[in-house]
Each structure stands twice: as structure tokens, then as C-alpha cells.
């Protein structure tokens, strides 16, 4: 190996790590396919260039074809007017035209398989970009989640590295500590209230609301008043006494009038 070819290899071996983490794959690859987007066109002007030569070809193939029919038409004429010197010179000229025909319909021919092969290597370009921009779309977009999967890979790593997890825990669970102390006050303050005494002052208020709508409802008109049973007691004790008296006065005439007697 010469001393060239060693300095060179040594200048790849020290640049081209270099170089190598220096490419960013996602970038690569959206530039890959920005330049088979570009290529379309160039191969378009190149087709074009070769379809081009067909058409001139085929109008080349037309023009000696109506020339070899005007010569052939000079020679028929001079031979019928008896100017075989004449038919001669044109009979020199169509043989020069067959030759000229002969060979731009061999190139035609070539064109035209050019052209049907430039074609086909379009379409199979095509397709092949296709397949490509397809395998890079997906290349990226598996890059797009990785780097969406590095990141919580990371936070999981710090999660576990900085504590978070512990403290986390640790936050959670005094927490619950806090409720339960104050679960326990409001049921020790519960306890240590007289039940029997609110619900007794809760009928009296419901007792006293409830006299107050019977108040409304007696000045509004909806409600009878009501004779209160303390003061028909003692009327109907009258009542009761009454006959009794009767009795007495009837026994207190009866005798008297026995003693009259």
C-alpha cells in the first residue's frame, strides 16, 4: 500500500466517525426524498429530449418518402420524352434518397425504442420512489415515537433516580394520615355532644313553627277557632252539677210539703 493510500485511509478513519455522528437520520432521509421529487422533472426533460428525435425522425422518414415519389414521378417523365440523360441524373438522386430513407427509418426505429424503454424506466422510477418516500414516511414516523418513548423512559428514569416515587408516596400517605385525624375529631366531637337534647330542641322548633302557620292560618281565615279543652271541662261539670241541685230542691219541696201535711 502506497503512503497516499494509507494517509487517506487514516483521514477517513479520524474524520468519518466524526462525520458519521454528525448525521441526523431523520434529516437524511427527508433529503432523500426531497431529491426524488427532484429527479421527476430531469427525467420528464429527458424524455422529452428523446421523444423529440422520434418526431424528427418520423418527419425526416415522411419528407424522403414524398421525395423518392417526386423523383420516381421526374424519371417516368424525362423516360417518356425520350431525355434518358435526365433520367438518369434523378435515377442517381433516388438512389441516394433510398440510402437516406433506409437509414433514418433504422434510427427511427432506435428512437422509438429509446423512447418506449425511457418510459418504462420512468415508471419503474416511479414506483420505486413510491416504495422509498413510503419506507421513509414510516422510518420517520417510528423515529417520531421513539423519541416520544425515549422521553418517557426518561421521565420514569428520573422518577426512580430523584426520589419522585418515594416522595411521592410519602405525600400521599400523610395525606390519609391528615383525614383520619380528622375523621376521628369530628366523631369524638359527635360523642361528646348531647344527642337527646338537639333532637329535643329540634321538635320544640318544628313544634313552634309549626303554632306559628296555625296563627297565620287563624288570621287569614282558613282555619275554625277552636274552643280549648280546659275551658269545656268546667262547663261540663256545670252541666252535671245542675241536675243534681234539681234533685235537692225537688227532695227540699217534697218535704215540706209533708211536713204541711
Given at each position: 500500500?502506497?503512503?497516499?493510500?494509507?494517509?487517506?485511509?487514516?483521514?477517513?478513519?479520524?474524520f468519518?466517525?466524526?462525520?458519521?455522528?454528525l448525521?441526523?437520520?431523520?434529516?437524511?432521509?427527508?433529503?432523500?426524498?426531497?431529491?426524488?421529487?427532484?429527479?421527476?422533472?430531469?427525467?420528464?426533460e429527458?424524455?422529452?429530449?428523446?421523444?423529440?428525435?422520434?418526431?424528427?425522425?418520423?418527419?425526416?422518414?415522411?419528407?424522403?418518402?414524398?421525395?423518392?415519389?417526386?423523383?420516381?414521378?421526374?424519371?417516368?417523365?424525362?423516360?417518356?420524352?425520350?431525355?434518358?440523360?435526365?433520367?438518369?441524373?434523378?435515377?442517381?438522386?433516388?438512389?441516394?434518397?433510398?440510402?437516406?430513407?433506409?437509414?433514418?427509418?433504422?434510427?427511427?426505429?432506435?428512437?422509438?425504442?429509446?423512447?418506449?424503454?425511457?418510459?418504462?424506466v420512468?415508471?419503474?422510477?416511479?414506483?420505486?420512489?413510491?416504495?422509498?418516500?413510503?419506507?421513509?414516511?414510516?422510518?420517520?414516523?417510528?423515529h417520531?415515537?421513539?423519541?416520544?418513548?425515549?422521553?418517557?423512559?426518561?421521565?420514569?428514569?428520573?422518577?426512580e433516580?430523584?426520589?419522585?416515587?418515594?416522595?411521592?408516596?410519602?405525600?400521599?400517605?400523610?395525606?390519609?394520615?391528615?383525614?383520619?385525624?380528622?375523621?376521628?375529631?369530628?366523631?369524638?366531637?359527635?360523642?361528646s355532644?348531647?344527642?337527646?337534647?338537639l333532637?329535643?330542641?329540634?321538635d320544640?322548633?318544628?313544634?313552634?313553627?309549626?303554632?306559628?302557620?296555625?296563627?297565620?292560618?287563624?288570621?287569614?281565615?282558613l282555619?275554625?277557632?277552636?274552643?280549648?279543652?280546659?275551658?269545656?271541662?268546667?262547663?261540663?261539670?256545670?252541666?252535671?252539677?245542675?241536675?243534681?241541685?234539681?234533685?235537692?230542691?225537688?227532695?227540699?219541696?217534697?218535704?215540706?210539703?209533708?211536713?204541711?201535711?
Amino acid at each position: 500500500m502506497s503512503l497516499w493510500a494509507r494517509f487517506k485511509r487514516w483521514i477517513r478513519s479520524v474524520f468519518g466517525g466524526a462525520i458519521s455522528a454528525l448525521e441526523d437520520p431523520r434529516l437524511i432521509l427527508e433529503q432523500n426524498i426531497r431529491e426524488l421529487n427532484d429527479q421527476i422533472p430531469k427525467m420528464n426533460e429527458n424524455i422529452a429530449t428523446v421523444k423529440a428525435n422520434v418526431l424528427l425522425l418520423q418527419k425526416e422518414v415522411r419528407r424522403n418518402e414524398q421525395e423518392m415519389e417526386r423523383l420516381v414521378a421526374r424519371i417516368k417523365a424525362a423516360i417518356q420524352a425520350g431525355r434518358d440523360d435526365i433520367a438518369q441524373q434523378y435515377a442517381i438522386q433516388l438512389q441516394k434518397t433510398k440510402e437516406t430513407l433506409a437509414r433514418t427509418r433504422e434510427q427511427l426505429q432506435y428512437a422509438e425504442a429509446a423512447y418506449e424503454k425511457a418510459l418504462q424506466v420512468k415508471q419503474a422510477f416511479l414506483r420505486e420512489k413510491e416504495r422509498k418516500i413510503q419506507e421513509a414516511k414510516e422510518a420517520l414516523r417510528a423515529h417520531e415515537r421513539a423519541k416520544w418513548q425515549a422521553k418517557v423512559a426518561d421521565a420514569l428514569e428520573q422518577f426512580e433516580v430523584a426520589g419522585l416515587d418515594q416522595t411521592h408516596e410519602e405525600m400521599i400517605q400523610r395525606l390519609r394520615e391528615e383525614t383520619a385525624r380528622s375523621e376521628a375529631r369530628l366523631e369524638l366531637a359527635l360523642d361528646s355532644v348531647d344527642a337527646d337534647a338537639l333532637k329535643i330542641e329540634a321538635d320544640a322548633e318544628a313544634l313552634r313553627a309549626a303554632e306559628l302557620v296555625r296563627q297565620f292560618k287563624l288570621e287569614m281565615g282558613l282555619l275554625e277557632p277552636e274552643q280549648k279543652p280546659a275551658l269545656e271541662a268546667p262547663a261540663r261539670e256545670g252541666e252535671q252539677e245542675a241536675p243534681e241541685q234539681t234533685r235537692e230542691t225537688e227532695k227540699t219541696k217534697t218535704i215540706g210539703r209533708q211536713r204541711a201535711r
